[in-house]
């Protein structure tokens, strides 16, 4: 990252070239209702030595402290389960809503006090692809390995170099149970040997993981007995058809088995195996990977060793879920293990998104749908390590790093990995390696008991832990326990019961923000502009201080700067109390009657209005739209007074353009878009040069991008400046009178659109940086699309 001497006092001449971790900075993550405190990136890794296969990564830097913070990797399973699913249904910062159509806050993020990294591993997984055969799933354990550990040295080496002192954690869960050994064993080669450029490989932890097929199996009968899945009488006839004459923990029921993939179990026709492989199932519509938990009018889905929710139909209609949440109790969550994965499918298919992400155009030409988890990754996988027992005591035996420790977690209701299986696994390694253990007791979270566990001490010492009342997936099902988990587990603290001390109160969305938001905001006026003192009144409950999107302060509710002691909220930025506000911006006092929309997307969720599971959201939140109002509820303050400029009120009216000439919305796009729908004369007259994403005055750095042209061209005409008859002309430079820089003056031209600069498509990612806009519209016009 470039470093800034004082504002605006760098000339394109310093700059060198842009290395990729700029290049992959997430600018504008479309639909997030809250302004994030952490940078974070999205791109690719090589995963082999031509770098042809490329492995998406999206980093999320730490909301504490990113600079000294540890980084800690996470590999979902499978085989063949994406690690961005986990961020949006499990661990990271952001879930999407149940419609996919935005996101909102999970307050139990693993990047509260970690910087993390979720690498979509292997070929074929999400957005990672051969570039040379697209289509490309053929994995095997040996080497998805290799191609972790180049992805993993790419990073360190090239990506990210400003992590190679960090202390680093691998973690996932399922699968990985074979991923993370197979990884650690090549990173303790790589830092012994000195080819691994990070040294500081300090843990492990592995979540309901498969490690050791037999004794899943064998333990899984059991488990389903003492569930009561079978009766007592069954349970006779099984230990006698399988010759169980001792302890029947000592059963082998695997015996009676055959498998051709390690991963799916089938009969060997005898009667021992006939009456245990439905103990090894669910029927369809019951959720293998929470025994507890139900999801009504699902469709069917078949089951195997992989993270994958039954899915579920996802309500078309927008719902805030962070509002719903009652973050104190287990049952939390509204369905959202039920419809989670639908969700995120919707969202990470949106084109938009996908942009923001930096997806590989190659890849969208040839996969073009991102899918949870790959069927085809799954039915052709080769498993080599049915039992992980070696390559832990290699690990164990080999690894030099200071502090070295081992988690293995378990959620309890689990049945593709269950616990007691994995217990098996841990204590069967323990004794071979004489590992001594710390008496079995539980542990707690906010006094309740959350789990059990002990240790294994030895020179690495292993955690055993259950969490109580979870299924496979411990960071959706116990979320504040599993992050109390991880978080003690970094900071080497054998106490899994002490409390982290983490902020866990939910920052406030776009739409809900109140005055009590004024004094948290991240964002001050640019340094260059004047300011003057605004008279204001005493505010109440109907009225908000707006600054108008005049020419040089733009507004967004979607990751805008406002200034400080205001807060954004529909497109404007709003105070109830005095404050300065920046030159060039004009402050209205606009009485709000009681029939307004509060939310900027009323229209899109218009079709709720009559739907009475949603009736009472929609009359608080879209009267105006659906004309709820009890008195002419159509009717909107005249546009004179609402602005001396043509502007639009909220950020959302270019996603909304297609309704500027629909009849039952248009007197509102009216009110709330003018600009957009090219309403700002006497006689409106609407154009049809119009944004089609709502976005796009963010991702103006991609309409001279090859990757990006075409979808530019379709969706961003108007930002991009490609309407026939509208081509803007650059603006003329006048000195900076606070820097001497030279920066654009509002409304003049020049003849022609010219970059200055003979490296302008190398910082195409700086065109909208708020640290050099003014700069690379200088020097960058044409690049960066300010003609």
């Given amino acids: 990252m470039l470093t800034v001497i004082g504002l605006f006092a760098l000339s394109l001449s310093l700059f060198t070239t842009a290395q990729n971790a700029s290049l992959d900075l997430i600018q504008n993550l479309p639909y997030l209702n809250y302004i994030p405190n952490f940078k974070q990136y999205s791109g690719y890794l090589k995963a082999n030595a031509n770098g042809t296969w490329k492995f998406h990564y999206w980093l999320v830097e730490s909301q504490s402290n990113p600079e000294t913070d540890p980084l800690i990797l996470w590999l979902e399973g499978g085989p063949g389960c994406s690690s961005v699913g986990s961020?949006?249904?499990?661990?990271?910062?952001?879930?999407?809503?149940?419609?996919?159509?935005?996101?909102?806050?999970?307050?139990?993020?693993?990047?509260?006090?970690?910087?993390?990294?979720?690498?979509?591993?292997?070929?074929?997984?999400?957005?990672?692809?051969?570039?040379?055969?697209?289509?490309?799933?053929?994995?095997?354990?040996?080497?998805?390995?290799?191609?972790?550990?180049?992805?993993?040295?790419?990073?360190?080496?090239?990506?990210?170099?400003?992590?190679?002192?960090?202390?680093?954690?691998?973690?996932?869960?399922?699968y990985a149970g074979v991923y993370l050994p197979t990884l650690a064993l090549n990173l303790v080669n790589g830092i012994n040997n000195g080819s691994f450029p990070n040294k500081n490989f300090k843990g492990m932890a592995i979540g309901n993981g498969y490690?050791?097929?037999?004794?899943?199996t064998n333990s899984l009968i059991l488990w389903s007995n003492y569930h009561a899945r079978i009766s007592t009488e069954t349970w006779t006839n099984i230990k006698r058809a399988c010759n169980c004459t001792g302890d029947v923990d000592d059963c082998n029921f695997y015996q009676y088995l055959t498998t051709e993939n390690h991963l799916d179990c089938q009969s060997d026709n005898s009667t021992c195996g006939d009456l245990i492989v439905p103990l090894l199932t669910l029927p369809d519509n019951q959720d293998l990977y929470n025994y507890y938990e139900d999801c009504y009018d699902t469709n069917d889905s078949s089951q195997r060793y992989k993270k994958k929710r039954i899915p579920m139909p996802a309500l078309k209609a927008y719902q805030d879920t962070a509002q719903k949440l009652d973050y104190d109790n287990t049952d939390n969550q509204f369905g959202f293990p039920c419809w989670n994965e639908d969700a995120a499918e919707t969202y990470l298919n949106k084109p938009e998104v996908q942009a923001a992400l930096h997806i590989a155009k190659d890849w969208q030409d040839s996969v073009k749908t991102w899918q949870?988890?790959?069927?085809?990754?799954?039915?052709?996988?080769v498993v080599t390590y049915i039992d992980t027992s070696d390559l832990f005591r290699y690990i164990i035996g080999n690894v030099t790093t200071s502090d070295f420790r081992i988690l293995i977690y378990s959620g309890d209701t689990d049945i593709v990995c269950n616990f007691l299986g994995v217990a098996w696994h841990i204590r069967d390694l323990a004794k071979s390696l004489e590992m001594p253990s710390t008496q079995h007791k539980p542990w707690f979270y906010r006094g309740q008991i959350a789990g059990h566990g002990q240790r294994y001490k030895g020179k690495v010492p292993i955690d055993l832990l259950t969490v109580k009342g979870s299924g496979h997936i411990v960071g959706t099902d116990r979320p504040g326990p599993a992050l109390q988990m991880i978080v003690n587990f970094i900071w080497n603290n054998a106490n899994y019961?002490?409390?982290?001390?983490?902020?866990?109160?939910?920052?406030?969305?776009?739409?809900?923000?109140?005055?009590?938001?004024?004094?948290?905001?991240?964002?001050?006026?640019?340094?260059?502009?004047?300011?003057?003192?605004?008279?204001?009144?005493?505010?109440?409950?109907?009225?908000?201080?707006?600054?108008?999107?005049?020419?040089?302060?733009?507004?967004?509710?979607?990751?805008g700067?406002?200034?400080?002691?205001?807060?954004?909220?529909?497109?404007?930025?709003?105070?109830?109390?005095?404050?300065?506000?920046?030159?060039?911006?004009?402050?209205?006092?606009?009485?709000?009657?009681?029939?307004?929309?509060?939310?900027?997307?009323?229209?899109?969720?218009?079709?709720?209005?009559?739907?009475?599971?949603?009736?009472?959201?929609?009359?608080?939140?879209?009267?105006?739209?659906?004309?709820?109002?009890?008195?002419?509820?159509?009717?909107?303050?005249?546009?004179?007074t609402q602005t001396t400029t043509c502007s639009d009120r909220t950020s959302e009216c270019a996603y909304r353009s297609d309704n500027c000439n629909v009849q039952a919305y248009k007197e509102l796009m009216t009110w709330q878009c003018a600009r957009t729908c090219g309403r700002c004369s006497k006689s409106p007259t609407a154009?049809?040069?119009?944004?089609?994403?709502?976005?796009?005055?963010?991702?103006?750095?991609?309409?001279?991008?090859?990757?990006?042209?075409?979808?530019?061209?379709?969706?961003?005409?108007?930002?991009?400046?490609?309407?026939?008859?509208?081509?803007q002309q650059q603006p003329t430079v006048n000195p900076d009178p606070s820097?001497?820089?030279?920066?654009?003056?509002?409304?003049?031209?020049?003849s022609s659109c010219v970059d200055k600069a003979t490296n302008c498509l190398a910082n195409i990612n700086f065109c909208n940086n708020a640290d050099y806009v003014y700069l690379m519209t200088d020097q960058c016009a044409k690049t960066c699309g300010k003609c």
């Fill in 87 to 174: 961020f949006f249904e499990e661990l990271g910062p952001f879930y999407a809503n149940r419609d996919g159509q935005s996101l909102y806050e999970n307050v139990f993020s693993w990047n509260k006090v970690a910087n993390v990294l979720f690498i979509e591993s292997p070929l074929g997984t999400g957005f990672s692809y051969d570039s040379r055969k697209p289509n490309n799933t053929e994995a095997n354990d040996d080497l998805v390995a290799n191609q972790n550990y180049m992805a993993l040295m790419d990073f360190f080496s090239n990506v990210q170099p400003e992590y190679q002192n960090k202390p680093f954690y691998i973690t996932g869960e399922s």
């Fill in 211 to 216: 490690m050791n097929e037999k004794h899943l």
């Fill in 372 to 381: 949870d988890c790959s069927d085809e990754i799954y039915d052709n996988y």
């Fill in 497 to 559: 019961s002490t409390s982290t001390g983490i902020d866990l109160t939910p920052k406030t969305p776009f739409d809900a923000q109140t005055s009590t938001s004024l004094s948290t905001t991240t964002s001050t006026p640019s340094p260059t502009a004047t300011s003057t003192p605004l008279t204001t009144t005493t505010p109440t409950s109907s009225s908000k201080k707006i600054f108008a999107n005049l020419s040089t302060f733009t507004i967004s509710t979607i990751g």
């Fill in 561 to 640: 700067l406002c200034p400080t002691n205001a807060f954004a909220s529909n497109g404007c930025c709003c105070a109830t109390a005095a404050f300065t506000a920046p030159a060039n911006t004009q402050v209205l006092t606009i009485a709000y009657s009681q029939c307004m929309d509060k939310d900027s997307d009323c229209v899109y969720k218009a079709q709720s209005c009559s739907d009475p599971m949603y009736e009472s959201y929609m009359k608080n939140n879209c009267a105006r739209t659906c004309f709820y109002c009890q008195s002419n509820p159509a009717a909107a303050p005249p546009m004179a």
């Fill in 687 to 727: 154009t049809s040069c119009v944004d089609k994403s709502y976005d796009c005055p963010y991702q103006v750095q991609y309409c001279m991008s090859s990757q990006y042209q075409n979808y530019m061209l379709n969706n961003c005409a108007r930002s991009c400046g490609f309407c026939q008859g509208t081509i």
């Fill in 739 to 750: 820097t001497g820089m030279s920066v654009p003056a509002t409304g003049s031209n020049q």
